[in-house]
């Protein structure tokens, strides 16, 4: 069975960083692209960040870009997220998950993903 487990999620201060991990088991992960969503109380599911199968391309939401960064270490079948100058806003689970191959241009849409993780929660406080 198919197995996405976040860790490094926490409470912490705006200006604060955090780095979440995603470790994926079975899945090939290698021959998956990446992603972090978050979902704040009383709000939609949305996207944050997503990396190509080989880690070259990523991309960001404008509300995180420049302070986020997604990486992924395909020896470990693990992907990351560094969190930096974290705000208040960034308060949310955050979930990873994996997209089907080949699906590069809906790498903002939660329909593209096929696997999910359960997501860890990150508090920020002003």
């Known amino acids: 069975q198919v197995q996405l487990v976040e860790s490094g999620g926490g409470s912490g201060q705006a200006g604060d960083s955090l780095r979440l991990s995603c470790v994926v088991s079975?899945?090939?992960?290698?021959?998956?692209?990446m992603g972090w969503f978050r979902q704040a109380p009383g709000k939609e599911r949305e996207f944050v960040a997503a990396?190509?199968?080989?880690?070259?391309?990523?991309d960001y939401a404008d509300s995180v870009r420049g302070r986020f960064t997604i990486t992924r270490d395909n020896a470990k079948d693990t992907e990351y997220l560094l969190m930096n100058i974290l705000k208040p806003e960034d308060t949310a689970v955050y979930s990873c998950?994996?997209?089907?191959?080949?699906?590069?241009?809906?790498?903002?849409?939660?329909?593209?993903?096929?696997?999910w993780g359960q997501g860890t929660q990150v508090t920020v406080s002003s």
């Open positions: 998950a994996a997209r089907a191959p080949g699906l590069w241009a809906g790498r903002g849409r939660v329909q593209s993903y096929r696997y």
């Open positions: 079975v899945l090939p992960f290698s021959s998956y692209g």
């Open positions: 990396i190509s199968t080989g880690g070259v391309s990523t």
